[in-house]
């Protein structure tokens, strides 16, 4: 899969100008190389991810005036007995992120892939729960994830993930450029609301889904440390 290919497209309909076109194939390098990084530190390979030719905009359908920019998500793909994990990594954050910035956040966003598989693997995603506001979305984000420290052995990208992501990921520089060079110059805006983001599989499915052996046997090594690091915090 060409992970650019949706950019592609957009361009050539002319959604996306040409500045904004070059400027993100001139900086895509620098999400390869952080997912390169992310292999390297984790011991595991990314899944696929491709760049996202609009600017995704997250609110409750209750309060559509209280909204925040996702630069990118962990998307899970089911259809009939086949099933993938996919890195929507939106092209704001390519074109105007700094490099620590987007390092961090497809390292926030690999841990999310790491606790949906661990979820599949232990028949917990009968279903998520759904949060009332962006701050407790928030808080339930950082406290179902694998701890970064049990994952990536980066010293230098843990300190990029801790700096960014102290209670949930706020960069104003990145969203203030993303609000003034994407969402106020009219370019791809796409809109989803937190009240509706829920993934429901039957426990039939997930049992027909296979994962590998090798990997679940990391998943369950990480946890534990992941466990151990946890508590450490706590007391």
Request: proline share 5%; glycine share 4%.
């Amino acid at each position: 899969m060409d992970p650019l290919i949706r950019m592609k497209e957009a361009h050539v309909k002319g959604l996306i100008p040409d500045k904004v076109y070059d400027l993100v194939l001139k900086r895509f390098p620098i999400t390869v190389e952080g997912i390169n990084r992310i292999e390297k530190a984790s011991g595991i390979r990314f899944p696929i991810a491709y760049v996202e030719p609009s600017i995704i905009i997250s609110s409750l359908s209750s309060n559509p005036y209280e909204f925040g920019i996702l630069f990118a998500r962990t998307i899970p793909v089911a259809f009939e007995d086949q099933f993938q994990v996919v890195i929507q990594i939106s092209a704001p954050l390519v074109a105007y992120g700094l490099k620590g910035t987007i390092h961090a956040i497809l390292a926030h966003e690999f841990l999310h892939f790491l606790e949906l598989i661990r979820k599949i693997s232990k028949m917990e995603l009968l279903s998520d729960e759904i949060t009332g506001n962006l701050f407790e979305n928030v808080y339930a984000d950082e406290t179902r994830l694998f701890e970064p420290k049990a994952v990536f052995s980066d010293v230098t990208l843990l300190n990029h993930i801790t700096k960014r992501f102290p209670a949930g990921f706020r960069d104003h520089k990145l969203e203030d450029k993303a609000i003034k060079f994407w969402l106020d110059k009219d370019l791809p805006k796409s809109s989803i609301s937190l009240d509706t983001n829920i993934m429901k599989l039957s426990a039939d499915y997930l049992s027909k889904i296979k994962l590998d052996p090798m990997f679940l046997k990391k998943l369950d090594q990480l946890e534990q440390k992941s466990s151990k690091i946890y508590k450490k915090k706590l007391y």
